[in-house]
């Protein structure tokens, strides 16, 4: 997602090249294609209905009229006898009948006043005008529209509601040759819209697809190779990539759940994090309807998603965050946006200020005061939920209580709207875009209620299990159909989306920034957050605790200081190594040098760091690690470090690990860390004991062919992923935007970070590739998955830092197909 990329490149090869200095990039493309955000558009059920596009309209403009005018001119109160919370009433236009011209801006009196000076007599609104620019351009524009409001007054719309029950409709006829459930209904689907069933992808797109969607991380090109055709096998095992799956996942209910490792409020307490208690979550695969009752119940660790953000200054009343819960709740879970109705009675639903205000009391020890536009109405919501027929909550219980309460009701068997949101958006994370659009509005129609339905039944049924009802989707022809380009974005919100087949989507920020660091060269060295596995990852867990022989070995008061500590290995002959990874931990904190090269530091010893040292490694027949750890005070001491180096043709790795054969010295030499230093004279280190004495578990002591590659997922955000589009996570995100911008085409031309990036990996590709035509070889498969075609050895002789650009900038990277 939101990166500028290429239409067509196959047909089309991007032309490169970098001016002289190498501080730059400039690059030059055919049929550049940028795609605009979706409408988010509330279906109105009338006689005449608006079009989508001024159904929005119609309800920003009024959202702006409700927040700066309905005060003076609203149900209580009519200043010069203008009213503008009704239709009629706001077409009349008040004691001048001027005030909204429909079709006539610039002779509306209201658009007239809002934008005059602040000092000038007539300004409206009186106590904040001018009002907004961003306001004041969208009443502009929905006055030259025409004014649209839907026919009647608002309280007479009728709006559309989803039902509530679950439901399991029969299999349509016809499909009895068909094994998969969503195929059957996609077929009466595709019978009614007289569409003839496209073909299916081949395997090298079929895994990329799946990888991606699974577990975020692009497919190995050996294993691509090597396919043997089984698609549910290489589902069922993409899904047994617990650590993955949840490291992937983890992004989308960060965003859902507005999680985060840094930002407003972390600092204060204001704010907690529930990313251990996620985490734990996803790789167990918890059930859907436990995951719901532990956020809204707030077990140990869960709390962070109720309790909100404390804003710090004066906020809106909309703001508390007995209201935060409440809109969570009903968005994430419901498909229901009450944020409107939590300031007023909302123009886009049937939700008043009182159902958000009940909803939210759940979450207060008493009746909650209710706002209406931050101005108090006098009245108080007692606790209740949207829909009385699921149950009522009692309104003078606990909080605690309350919350209990209100998870039984969201959970129980009757509410099949828990279900329907939840396969809704596993849906659109697979096909790029939901049964019903936008996601958080599931009052619209889908485009196969039969099929909503049914998925969302057969996911209540099994437990809520969120991977079985992933690998049924995944292992659909409907799924492994070629996918289709949209022109225009705004047709994927519009109600006459016709399915044919998954829609072509961008990489995620994090997708991106994960395969650029596996292709190109490590982004990221330290993680913001670290899993609670406290056990050690096979080839990590023969490490153990060692130290400096003194202090008779008592494992309580070895004196404070630095102290220095080697061992070597020599690679078995003729092996090349293709992959180095280190992680350790020191009480207190740790330097990591591999062949005399830095590759990690750690600071944290109850929490270990990772890194790639494969740079330090290539070229080599062994490795020496030199290791400085600093106990800061007397007391316990200890290192905990392990490195492991993988070979061309091999997956099981060699690993040097802390124990027997480490030495170690107190008062470190000159190039103590230097490959070629005598250490001979060093004492031999002693062995404390295993991982787990005397300092508990240590989080994050894990080595894999993974291990250290840091998942963006679990950093703090920074400018190339913000560049991308990942959000902060200060509100709710269900979705991300699709437009690709400036600001992403410059960072990818003249941007320092990816450039640099670039230039070291350029030089370790060499190294591993001496040969232009087998580097360009290996940069495809490890990139694109397959060989180069013909024409595209003239490619061999670029620069390989210009090589690799011009892949990443390709669709065929870019773009989920």
Request: proline fraction near 6%; glycine fraction near 8%.
């Amino acid at each position: 997602m939101n990166l500028p990329c290429l239409a067509n490149a196959a047909e089309y090869p991007l032309q490169f090249r970098r001016d002289a200095g190498g501080k730059g990039v400039k690059f030059f493309a055919r049929n550049m294609r940028i795609l605009f955000p979706l409408l988010a558009v509330a279906t109105l059920a009338q006689a005449e209905p608006l079009s989508p596009e001024l159904a929005l309209l119609s309800a920003e403009a009024r959202g702006v009229l409700a927040h700066n005018c309905t005060k003076c001119h609203g149900q209580h109160k009519q200043k010069g006898g203008l009213r503008l919370d009704l239709r009629d009433a706001a077409m009349k236009g008040g004691e001048s009948g001027a005030a909204i011209k429909a079709g006539k801006p610039d002779e509306s009196e209201l658009l007239r006043r809002v934008m005059l000076p602040k000092d000038d007599d007539e300004i409206m609104p009186p106590e904040k005008g001018p009002l907004d620019p961003k306001d004041a351009a969208t009443l502009r524009k929905w006055i030259a529209a025409g004014a649209p409001w839907p026919e009647g007054e608002t309280a007479g719309i009728v709006f559309q509601r989803a039902p509530i029950a679950p439901r399991t409709p029969p299999f349509p006829a016809g499909t009895e040759n068909l094994e998969n459930p969503v195929d059957k209904f996609v077929d009466a689907y595709f019978r009614e819209k007289q569409i003839a069933w496209p073909a299916i992808v081949d395997d090298r797109t079929f895994l990329r697809r799946a990888s991606l969607d699974v577990i975020g991380l692009l497919p190995d090109w050996r294993e691509v190779a090597a396919f043997d055709g089984n698609r549910a096998k290489a589902v069922d095992a993409l899904l047994a990539r617990k650590q993955d799956y949840a490291a992937h996942w983890l992004t989308f209910w960060n965003d859902a759940l507005r999680n985060d490792y840094s930002g407003v409020g972390y600092i204060d307490g204001g704010r907690s994090q529930i990313s251990q208690w996620l985490h734990r979550a996803l790789s167990t695969d918890m059930p859907y309807d436990q995951f719901v009752r532990e956020l809204v119940t707030q077990v140990p660790g869960a709390e962070g998603f109720i309790k909100g953000i404390k804003w710090r200054g004066d906020v809106s009343a909309g703001q508390r965050v007995e209201l935060q819960a409440a809109e969570g709740i009903g968005q994430v879970f419901l498909g229901v946006n009450v944020k409107c109705a939590s300031c007023h009675d909302s123009f886009i639903s049937d939700y008043t200020l009182k159902d958000s205000h009940a909803l939210a009391a759940v979450f207060s020890d008493k009746p909650l005061d209710m706002f209406r536009c931050d101005k108090p109405t006098g009245e108080k919501a007692a606790a209740a939920f949207f829909w009385p027929e699921l149950g009522s909550i009692k309104a003078d219980a606990p909080k605690a209580e309350k919350r209990a309460q209100l998870a039984a009701i969201l959970t129980k068997k009757e509410n099949g709207r828990l279900a329907r949101v939840m396969v809704n958006r596993l849906w659109t994370a697979c096909f790029g875009r939901g049964l019903c659009e936008p996601v958080d509005a599931l009052d619209n129609p889908p485009w196969s209620r039969d099929l909503l339905d049914w998925l969302a039944a057969d996911f209540a049924a099994n437990g809520y299990r969120v991977t079985r009802t992933l690998k049924l989707i995944l292992t659909s022809r409907a799924y492994q159909l070629h996918a289709v380009e949209i022109e225009n974005a705004d047709d994927l919100a519009k109600s006459s989306f016709v399915f044919r087949g998954p829609v072509v989507r961008r990489l995620s920020a994090e997708q991106f920034t994960d395969a650029l660091s596996r292709i190109a060269a490590p982004l990221y060295r330290k993680r913001a957050f670290i899993p609670g596995d406290k056990g050690g990852a096979a080839f990590a867990a023969g490490a153990q605790w060692i130290w400096h022989d003194e202090a008779d070995g008592n494992i309580n008061a070895f004196p404070q200081g630095k102290r220095y500590f080697r061992a070597a290995v020599e690679f078995p002959k003729g092996r090349k190594p293709r992959l180095a990874r280190v992680v350790g931990t020191a009480d207190n904190t740790l330097v990591c040098f591999v062949n005399g090269r830095q590759v990690l530091d750690n600071k944290d010893w109850d929490k270990a760091s990772d890194a790639d040292a494969t740079e330090a490694v290539a070229g080599a027949t062994g490795i020496t690690v030199a290791v400085e750890a600093d106990n800061i005070a007397p007391g316990a001491a200890g290192l905990r470090l392990a490195i492991a180096v993988w070979f061309e043709g091999t997956k099981t790795p060699l690993v040097l690990a802390t124990g027997p054969g480490w030495r170690s010295i107190d008062k470190a030499p000159r190039g103590w860390e230097a490959l070629d230093l005598d250490d001979s004279q060093w004492t031999p280190a002693i062995t404390l004991g295993p991982e787990g004495l005397p300092w508990g578990g240590v989080n994050g002591f894990t080595l894999n062919e993974q291990s250290g590659l840091v998942r963006a997922a679990f950093v703090d955000n920074d400018p190339l992923q913000a560049v991308m589009g990942r959000p902060i996570r200060d509100q709710i995100n269900m979705s991300r935007p699709t437009q690709a911008t400036l600001l992403q085409a410059l960072t990818f031309t003249n941007g320092k970070t990816v450039s640099t990036l670039l230039d070291k990996a350029g030089a370790q590709w060499t190294t591993r590739f001496p040969d232009a035509k087998a580097r360009l070889t290996a940069i495809y498969q490890a990139a694109l998955l397959r060989e180069p075609r013909e024409d595209e050895f003239a490619f061999a002789a670029a620069a390989p830092a210009d090589l690799l650009w011009s892949v990443l900038l390709l669709p065929e990277f870019q773009l989920i197909r």
